[in-house]
Protein backbone atom coordinates (compact mmCIF):
# COMPACT_ATOMS: atom_id res chain seq x y z
CA UNK A 1 0.00 0.00 0.00
CA UNK A 2 1.07 3.28 -0.99
CA UNK A 3 1.85 6.41 1.70
CA UNK A 4 -0.29 9.36 0.87
CA UNK A 5 2.48 12.52 -0.09
CA UNK A 6 3.13 13.85 3.54
CA UNK A 7 5.26 17.06 2.55
CA UNK A 8 4.87 19.89 0.18
CA UNK A 9 7.01 20.30 -2.97
CA UNK A 10 6.78 24.17 -2.93
CA UNK A 11 8.19 24.25 0.77
CA UNK A 12 11.38 26.71 1.21
CA UNK A 13 12.32 24.66 4.65
CA UNK A 14 12.39 21.75 2.46
CA UNK A 15 14.34 23.37 -0.40
CA UNK A 16 17.03 24.23 2.22
CA UNK A 17 17.44 20.83 3.55
CA UNK A 18 17.24 19.16 -0.19
CA UNK A 19 20.18 21.70 -1.10
CA UNK A 20 22.12 20.62 1.88
CA UNK A 21 21.54 16.84 1.96
CA UNK A 22 22.42 16.49 -1.77
CA UNK A 23 25.58 18.81 -1.69
CA UNK A 24 26.87 15.85 -0.03
CA UNK A 25 28.67 13.00 -2.07
CA UNK A 26 26.78 10.31 -3.69
CA UNK A 27 23.62 11.82 -2.09
CA UNK A 28 20.14 10.63 -3.40
CA UNK A 29 16.85 11.15 -2.59
CA UNK A 30 13.83 8.72 -2.55
CA UNK A 31 10.17 9.32 -1.18
CA UNK A 32 10.00 6.54 1.61
CA UNK A 33 6.29 6.69 3.69
CA UNK A 34 5.41 9.75 2.20
CA UNK A 35 8.16 11.96 3.02
CA UNK A 36 11.32 12.58 1.26
CA UNK A 37 14.81 10.47 2.62
CA UNK A 38 17.92 11.55 1.69
CA UNK A 39 20.29 8.59 1.29
CA UNK A 40 23.48 7.27 0.15
CA UNK A 41 23.48 3.74 0.70
CA UNK A 42 21.37 4.21 3.84
CA UNK A 43 18.96 7.00 4.83
CA UNK A 44 21.14 9.93 6.55
CA UNK A 45 18.14 12.68 6.95
CA UNK A 46 14.63 12.10 6.79
CA UNK A 47 12.84 15.34 5.90
CA UNK A 48 9.48 15.24 8.70
CA UNK A 49 7.97 12.76 10.93
CA UNK A 50 5.84 12.22 13.52
CA UNK A 51 5.67 10.96 17.30
CA UNK A 52 2.89 9.00 19.06
CA UNK A 53 1.53 11.22 21.78
CA UNK A 54 -1.47 10.03 23.69
CA UNK A 55 -3.04 7.63 21.28
CA UNK A 56 -2.26 9.65 18.88
CA UNK A 57 0.06 10.83 16.00
CA UNK A 58 1.63 14.44 16.35
CA UNK A 59 3.00 15.40 13.01
CA UNK A 60 6.53 17.23 12.59
CA UNK A 61 6.31 18.15 9.84
CA UNK A 62 9.29 20.74 8.88
CA UNK A 63 11.40 18.99 10.54
CA UNK A 64 14.64 16.40 9.80
CA UNK A 65 15.15 13.54 11.67
CA UNK A 66 18.87 12.62 11.86
CA UNK A 67 21.27 9.87 13.63
CA UNK A 68 23.30 11.86 15.66
CA UNK A 69 26.92 11.70 16.65
CA UNK A 70 27.07 9.72 19.63
CA UNK A 71 28.90 12.61 21.85
CA UNK A 72 26.30 14.35 20.87
CA UNK A 73 23.02 12.93 21.20
CA UNK A 74 22.34 13.44 24.91
CA UNK A 75 23.21 17.35 24.73
CA UNK A 76 20.39 17.19 21.69
CA UNK A 77 17.81 15.34 23.81
CA UNK A 78 17.74 18.46 25.90
CA UNK A 79 17.11 20.74 22.94
CA UNK A 80 13.21 21.93 23.39
CA UNK A 81 13.29 21.49 18.92
CA UNK A 82 14.28 17.90 19.78
CA UNK A 83 11.52 14.60 19.57
CA UNK A 84 12.16 11.14 19.46
CA UNK A 85 10.51 10.33 16.51
CA UNK A 86 7.81 6.63 16.13
CA UNK A 87 10.01 3.07 14.80
CA UNK A 88 13.47 5.45 14.30
CA UNK A 89 13.80 6.49 17.81
CA UNK A 90 14.72 3.54 19.46
CA UNK A 91 17.70 2.89 16.98
CA UNK A 92 19.12 6.50 18.45
CA UNK A 93 17.41 8.76 15.70
CA UNK A 94 16.16 12.35 16.67
CA UNK A 95 14.17 14.95 14.70
CA UNK A 96 14.43 18.24 15.14
CA UNK A 97 12.07 21.16 14.69
CA UNK A 98 13.52 23.86 12.02
CA UNK A 99 11.82 26.79 10.28
CA UNK A 100 13.21 29.50 7.58
CA UNK A 101 14.92 31.00 10.74
CA UNK A 102 17.20 27.54 11.46
CA UNK A 103 20.52 28.14 12.29
CA UNK A 104 21.07 26.52 8.67
CA UNK A 105 25.12 26.17 9.53
CA UNK A 106 23.97 23.66 12.60
CA UNK A 107 21.20 21.66 10.23
CA UNK A 108 23.97 21.40 8.02
CA UNK A 109 26.39 20.11 10.70
CA UNK A 110 23.80 17.57 11.98
CA UNK A 111 23.22 16.32 8.45
CA UNK A 112 26.93 15.40 7.81
CA UNK A 113 27.36 14.01 11.23
CA UNK A 114 24.15 11.66 10.41
CA UNK A 115 26.02 11.02 6.49
CA UNK A 116 29.32 10.34 8.35
CA UNK A 117 27.85 7.62 10.12
CA UNK A 118 25.69 6.07 7.75
CA UNK A 119 27.59 6.50 4.35
CA UNK A 120 29.87 3.91 2.79
CA UNK A 121 33.68 4.89 3.02
CA UNK A 122 33.92 5.71 -0.72
CA UNK A 123 31.59 8.83 0.28
CA UNK A 124 33.08 9.82 3.43
CA UNK A 125 36.30 9.95 1.99
CA UNK A 126 35.09 11.94 -0.87
CA UNK A 127 33.59 14.24 1.16
CA UNK A 128 37.13 14.53 3.64
CA UNK A 129 38.88 15.39 0.62
CA UNK A 130 36.93 18.48 0.13
Known amino acids: MAHPQMFDDDDPVLARVREICLA ?33 WLSHDQSIMVLPDPDDAEALRQDPRAWVPGYLGPYGWLGIDI ?4 DWDEVAELVTA ?17
Do not use: C, M, N
Not at 37 to 56: C, P, R
Not at 115 to 127: F, I, K, V
Open 114 to 130: SYLLTAPAAARHELQQR
Open 24 to 56: LPQASVKISHGRPAFFTKKVFTYYGGSIKVDGE
Open 99 to 102: DLDA
